[in-house]
């Protein structure tokens, strides 16, 4: 479990809106760039990449800087975008995610497979595309059909919150739209 004081020991990864609301809500976060990566002292772990990031390839960057850190991580926190669960249809993934939403499911499955087999504590937490002013979100287990077009990207920060704070232990958690 990871107590409140691992949180003052928690390396933010993402330079995405998410990754600057959860930033927001964790001021003692420490931002850290991809390029060139060293997660020393970090107990915490939260990955928030964009939707259009490469991660199937920056997976490789994180995966190296952890088994290169002193200090090995008490949990991993990544971001996914829905679909990667066995929660949506390709139809919802084209209309989530557009025309590239086949690379874009391909490459975060490939980095999701990654963080599982580092065997840490890691949560997934898998959204709808975020908006300033969407709907509630409401989660949804490994599995279960997200519904919605986006959320509200504050409902996703506190759910990546939580999670950095234990909940969810190597699980696969959605957040969509309350409908």
């Keep these: 479990m990871v107590t409140a004081a691992l949180m003052d020991n928690l390396i933010l990864l993402g330079r995405g809106d998410l990754a600057n609301t959860v930033a927001k809500q964790v001021p ?8 060139n990566l060293h997660l020393d002292g970090g107990r915490v772990i939260c990955w928030l990449p964009t939707v259009q990031d490469p991660v199937d390839q920056q997976v490789q960057s994180v995966v190296a800087a952890i ?14 975008p829905a679909g990667t669960a066995d929660d949506a ?65 504050q409902d996703v920060a506190k759910t990546v919150v939580s999670a950095c704070q234990g909940k969810w232990p190597n699980e696969s958690i959605g957040v969509g739209a309350r409908i």
């Design 28 to 35: 003692s976060a420490r931002r850290k760039h991809l390029i």
């Design 67 to 80: 088994d290169q850190a002193q200090t090995k991580p008490a949990k991993i926190v990544v971001w996914s």
């Design 89 to 153: 249809t390709p139809t919802q993934l084209a209309k989530w995610w557009g025309k590239d939403w086949r690379q874009i499911w391909s490459a975060y499955l490939y980095m999701v497979k990654m963080i599982d087999e580092l065997e840490y504590p890691y949560t997934v937490v898998r959204s709808l595309p975020l908006a300033a002013h969407g709907p509630q979100g409401v989660l949804y287990r490994e599995g279960e059909p997200i519904k919605g077009q986006t959320v509200a990207i």
